[in-house]
T-cell receptor, first 115, second 113 residues
């Protein structure tokens, strides 16, 4: 099955700095890569996703880049704010792609933004 | 639209007792998932339903866990008997089709003592 590795496990930045979280995946057939944000006491919420036919996608202060050759994708948050503090998870579907509905999640990154 | 509803929010039980969790997905979402999230880890899929049929339960510990989705709407997940290692947050998610548009509920935090 799919194996998703996420780094770093914790990340501490000053408000206004950028934050980058990286994930690698094992299944070259994977074609959809979402990122989720989980705040304390809540379920994960989708914040951005990317399909394998594009290399980068941006939505205001967040962006995701994908390198299919190297099998890794990254989340970039610019101009970080204290409300960005949360746990972030990457995920990927196993062989068979999005139609099967399954997702394998990374271990999570605890992001702390200091005012 | 209303989100995915889960209850209870918290549950504390002794080992070997039984427990049940309830999930009401977003209206019209045919696919429903139960995930287990152990503290400090990412969610792990337990079971996936398409309408009222099971699509994937390969990672469900069937000797103690069971789930059903009668009438293709609400779902319940049961653990009987519970073990200490079952302490986790149990997340329910639903989607219209496939992985796009996954919506998670807030989860049920289970503590087994």
């Amino acid at each position: 099955g799919e194996n998703v590795e996420q780094h770093p496990s914790t990340l501490s930045v000053q408000e206004g700095d950028s934050a980058v979280i990286k994930c690698t995946y094992s299944d070259s057939a994977s074609n959809y890569f979402p990122w989720y944000k989980q705040e304390l006491g809540k379920g994960p919420q989708l914040i951005i996703d990317i399909r394998s036919n594009v290399g980068e996608k941006k939505d205001q202060r967040i962006a995701v880049t994908l390198n299919k050759t190297a099998k890794h994708f990254s989340l970039h948050i610019t101009e970080t704010q204290p409300e960005d503090s949360a746990v972030y998870f990457c995920a990927a579907p196993p062989r068979g792609g999005t139609s099967y509905g399954k997702l394998t999640f990374g271990q999570g990154t605890i992001l702390t933004v200091h005012p | 639209e209303a989100g995915v509803a889960q209850s209870p929010r918290y549950k504390i039980i002794e080992k070997r007792q039984s427990v049940a969790f309830w999930c009401n997905p977003i209206s019209g979402h045919a696919t429903l998932y139960w995930y287990q999230q152990i503290l400090g880890q990412g969610p792990k899929l337990l079971i996936q339903f398409q309408n009222n049929g099971v699509v994937d339960d390969s990672q469900l510990p069937k000797d103690r866990f069971s789930a059903e989705r009668l009438k293709g709407v609400d779902s319940t997940l049961k653990i009987q008997p519970a073990k200490l290692e079952d302490s986790a947050v149990y997340l329910c998610a639903s989607s219209l089709t496939g992985v796009r548009g996954y919506t998670f509920g807030s989860g049920t935090r289970l503590t087994v003592v």
